[in-house]
């Protein structure tokens, strides 16, 4: 038998999961999740309404009430570490209900979430891979927020609300972004600058996880997807 003089050189994960459960109360929501996303990459979790999508994502977040297993990081071991710590090392989270200021202008809430450039945490990084936000770079990439950028957040259609969720988190310069439902409830030409702007990231070299019920979106922006159903993930 011959063997191929080339090393088999393994990428490592930016994130890894191994064996993560999760609970409501009594209730277990997540079983034994296993999943991989490395840097440039875009993963879709797939699955109907309950299926345990937005659980999944809390629990690699440590937002939910009780979690097991293993979650790392950029290298780092975050399985039992606070909400803070994570996003602190580099991981954004969206979540599907727009958490914003409806109190502040958009400008307002982009300020709100600016961070100092992010010192990598992972040694094997390059500087490529956690891009730097500015407020003129956001509206590049958003360039419907720009026009509004002195308007009430509370007077923003729900489409325009979930994209300044996601410019708001961005501007804490992830290395990768957890996004729960990112074209749940948006008129189709917000869908459509949705998949462009994960499709953007992923060019940067950012790590993208994303909860989908709409198959058609999960296709058009993932590299790969992995099904759940009941709080099982399948391949």
């Given at each position: 038998?011959?063997?191929?003089?080339?090393?088999?050189?393994?990428?490592?994960?930016?994130?890894?999961?191994?064996?993560?459960?999760?609970?409501?109360?009594?209730?277990?929501?997540?079983?034994?999740?296993?999943?991989?996303?490395?840097?440039?990459?875009?993963?879709?979790?797939?699955?109907?309404?309950?299926?345990?999508?937005?659980?999944?994502?809390?629990?690699?977040?440590g937002l939910?009430?009780?979690?097991?297993?293993?979650?790392?990081?950029?290298?780092?071991?975050?399985?039992?570490?606070?909400?803070?710590?994570?996003?602190?090392?580099?991981?954004?989270?969206?979540?599907?209900?727009?958490?914003?200021?409806?109190?502040?202008?958009?400008?307002?809430?982009?300020?709100?979430g600016a961070q100092a450039?992010?010192?990598?945490?992972?040694?094997?990084?390059?500087?490529?891979?956690?891009?730097?936000?500015?407020?003129?770079?956001?509206?590049?990439?958003?360039?419907?927020?720009?026009?509004?950028?002195?308007?009430?957040?509370?007077?923003?259609?729900?489409?325009?609300?979930?994209?300044?969720?996601?410019?708001?988190?961005?501007?804490?310069?992830?290395?990768?972004?957890?996004?729960?439902?990112?074209?749940?409830?948006?008129?189709?030409?917000?869908?459509?600058?949705?998949?462009?702007?994960?499709?953007?990231?992923?060019?940067?070299?950012?790590?993208?996880?994303?909860?989908?019920?709409?198959?058609?979106?999960?296709?058009?922006?993932?590299?790969?997807?992995?099904?759940?159903?009941?709080?099982?993930?399948?391949?």
């Open positions: 038998m011959t063997h191929s003089s080339t090393p088999n050189i393994a990428i490592t994960p930016l994130l890894n999961v191994q064996g993560l459960n999760a609970w409501y109360g009594a209730a277990q929501v997540l079983f034994d999740a296993d999943l991989q996303v490395t840097r440039g990459e875009v993963v879709a979790l797939i699955g109907r309404n309950g299926a345990g999508k937005s659980s999944t994502l809390k629990a690699i977040m939910m009430p009780r979690r097991t297993g293993r979650v790392v990081f950029a290298g780092h071991d975050i399985s039992n570490a606070e909400p803070y710590q994570a996003a602190r090392l580099g991981l954004g989270y969206v979540p599907e209900d727009r958490r914003i200021f409806t109190d502040l202008t958009v400008l307002g809430n982009l300020q709100v450039k992010r010192r990598l945490a992972d040694k094997l990084a390059s500087d490529s891979a956690a891009p730097q936000w500015s407020v003129e770079k956001i509206f590049a990439l958003f360039p419907n927020l720009a026009p509004m950028q002195h308007r009430l957040a509370s007077h923003m259609s729900g489409g325009e609300q979930q994209m300044l969720t996601v410019a708001r988190t961005l501007m804490g310069n992830p290395q990768m972004v957890l996004l729960d439902e990112p074209s749940e409830g948006v008129a189709p030409v917000i869908v459509e600058q949705m998949a462009e702007m994960i499709l953007a990231l992923k060019g940067q070299g950012m790590g993208v996880l994303l909860s989908e019920q709409n198959t058609h979106f999960a296709q058009w922006v993932s590299d790969r997807s992995y099904r759940l159903d009941r709080g099982v993930l399948t391949a």
